[in-house]
């Protein structure tokens, strides 16, 4: 026996609980399987599922790389190139292996390598958990709360439909609840409903197997935003927490123009105003308004957009999980913007599966600069039959089971093969004159 697994088994009798004492240190990666999912075979969302597999029976792991978009590129990606690289190796040197992942493409970084990483990253440290016998988070450093705040999504075709929105989750025990509303004669829009004539051209474009195509005027959004959180600040008064999300739909300067103007409601924060191409603008927007900004959903490493928090330039970073280099860099990233103020609010949405949830809570739980967490609940019976254990709503927190070793997701692998993958483009965002949009 080597003195190193020597020493491991010698401490693990004396002092680790006892599901580590059945794990030798010898345990290694054994396979790698990708497992693309559509729950309900018409979903939007297509789930890329990683199940690392090690020589232990029993011990092994599940991470999240859904990237809505690219799910076949990042699958193929998982399976061809960093499958290779991965078998026989130590799933407990998760850091090691991260950083190897990550060089192993000359030309790295970028959304499919990284969800790629990511869905990695968190398999191995569900594994760790499991060998530890531990919650993730206890790896993390240990429980700084027990319950994480969250938000839900109010919408409405106009400014008394948004506000029926909002009331109904105030009475479910929401405390913050983002606000969106229709443009004045739009068809769609980000986070509304979409009419019926544009349901049913989406639903055309899915049956060929194109992306659906959208109109969007920043103009009317920029001009009808402020007047709904004014609406709703007469309605609903100050002590509800309101935020919204312009999801990078306008330019610099309409960017500069709706902080300003929305900072008379108090929102809790003003979501991605600006691209990631835009950085420079944040300077602009918080020299005039005190508007509390969040950003950072699209980054696709924990590095990027270091400058807005070195410079103060944002209150609250939205990186992706799943996007962005899984529990690791979640942990680094909170660490960095920790001295600068700068909270945490983790993208959450129902296109990313419940195992990237699990990853959000336990680096929340963990961090002293959690700020909010983005969660959806009411997931389609679908949904909760591959996935059957998810977080759980309480009264405007999320809260997940603190005992379970490892991640404590689950997933039902006869259900997740049973609805395999449907193509599902995303659509074309389209100014008036055909000019192309961000998303």
């Known amino acids: 026996m080597r003195r190193r697994d020597f020493i491991w088994q010698a401490l693990a009798a004396v002092s680790m609980p006892a599901m580590a004492q059945r794990i030798p240190r010898t345990v290694r990666i054994k396979d790698i399987d990708v497992i693309v999912t559509n729950p309900g075979a018409g979903s939007m969302t297509n789930y890329v599922l990683v199940k690392i597999v090690t020589n232990q029976d029993g011990l092994m792991g599940w991470g999240d790389a859904t990237c809505?978009?690219?799910?076949l590129g990042v699958a193929e990606f998982l399976r061809e190139h960093l499958k290779p690289a991965l078998l026989g190796q130590d799933p407990m040197e998760t850091e090691r292996l991260w950083q190897t992942l990550f060089l192993l493409p000359y030309y790295r970084s970028g959304s499919v390598q990284m969800s790629a990483v990511s869905g990695i990253d968190m398999a191995l440290w569900d594994i760790k958990?499991?060998?530890?016998?531990?919650?993730?988070?206890?790896?993390?450093?240990?429980?700084?709360?027990?319950?994480?705040?969250?938000?839900?999504?109010?919408?409405?075709?106009?400014?008394?439909?948004t506000e029926e929105s909002v009331r109904k989750f105030m009475e479910r025990g929401y405390k913050v609840i983002r606000a969106q509303v229709s443009?004045?004669?739009?068809?769609?829009?980000y986070g509304v409903p979409s009419s019926k004539q544009l349901q049913a051209e989406t639903q055309k474009a899915y049956e060929a197997g194109v992306p659906p195509a959208q109109l969007w005027d920043p103009v009317a959004y920029t001009r009808t935003a402020p007047k709904l959180f004014e609406h709703l600040r007469k309605k609903l008064g100050d002590d509800i927490g309101l935020l919204h999300d312009t999801h990078e739909r306008v330019t610099?300067?309409?960017?500069?123009?709706?902080?300003?103007?929305?900072?008379?409601?108090?929102l809790f924060?003003?979501?991605?105003?600006?691209?990631?191409?835009?950085?420079?603008?944040?300077?602009?927007?918080?020299?005039?308004?005190?508007?509390?900004?969040?950003?950072?959903?699209?980054?696709?490493?924990?590095?990027?957009?270091?400058?807005?928090?070195?410079?103060?330039?944002?209150?609250?970073?939205?990186?992706?999980?799943?996007?962005?280099?899984?529990?690791?860099s979640g942990r680094k990233t909170a660490t960095f913007a920790e001295p600068f103020g700068i909270q945490t609010a983790w993208h959450g949405?129902?296109?990313?599966?419940?195992?990237?949830?699990?990853?959000?809570?336990?680096?929340?739980?963990?961090?002293?600069?959690?700020?909010?967490?983005?969660y959806v609940t009411g997931w389609p019976a679908a949904v909760r039959e591959v996935f059957p254990v998810v977080p759980e709503f309480e009264k405007g927190f999320v809260k997940i089971d603190m005992d379970k070793p490892g991640l404590g997701a689950a997933v039902n692998e006869a259900s997740a093969r049973k609805w395999p993958y449907v193509r599902r483009l995303r659509p074309t965002i389209r100014l008036e004159d055909g000019t192309p949009w961000p998303y």
């Open 183 to 189: 443009a004045p004669g739009a068809e769609g829009g």
């Open 68 to 71: 809505t978009g690219s799910e």
């Open 129 to 161: 958990g499991k060998v530890a016998g531990l919650p993730v988070y206890e790896l993390l450093g240990g429980r700084v709360r027990d319950k994480m705040l969250t938000y839900a999504h109010a919408s409405g075709g106009t400014f008394e439909e």
């Open 269 to 328: 924060f003003l979501e991605d105003p600006l691209r990631p191409e835009h950085l420079d603008h944040f300077r602009q927007i918080r020299r005039i308004c005190s508007t509390p900004i969040a950003m950072g959903e699209v980054y696709t490493a924990a590095w990027e957009g270091s400058q807005l928090v070195t410079e103060h330039l944002v209150d609250y970073l939205r990186h992706d999980l799943a996007h962005c280099g899984g529990v690791t």
């Open 252 to 266: 610099p300067a309409q960017a500069v123009e709706l902080a300003k103007s929305l900072e008379p409601y108090k």
């Open 349 to 374: 949405p129902g296109n990313i599966s419940p195992v990237t949830h699990f990853c959000n809570a336990h680096v929340d739980i963990s961090v002293p600069n959690f700020g909010i967490q983005e």
